[in-house]
């Protein structure tokens, strides 16, 4: 079974504790919820990406250079 440690600040004495049953479970409801806000990130990301290349080859197609595509998109 996971552990959790306990700190007393004004001792500083540190205590290893069992999770409960309830802690374990909230701890997996987070990691998933921490892997799906990741993915969701991941694929903004992604997303954004491809809008820029679309954005720049039709800047491209229009007959703007590389450097002035460069300059207008900063």
């Known amino acids: 079974m ?16 069992e ?15 921490y892997e799906a806000e990741k993915e969701r990130l991941e694929q903004e990301k992604l997303a954004t990406e491809e809008l820029k290349t679309s954005a720049n080859a039709k800047l491209a197609a229009l007959g703007l250079t590389p450097e002035e595509i460069q300059a207008i998109t900063k």
């Open 2 to 17: 996971s552990h959790k440690l306990i700190v007393d600040c004004s001792t500083g004495v540190t205590t290893e504790v």
């Open 19 to 33: 999770l409960t049953a309830e802690e374990v479970a909230q701890r997996e409801v987070d990691r998933i919820a």
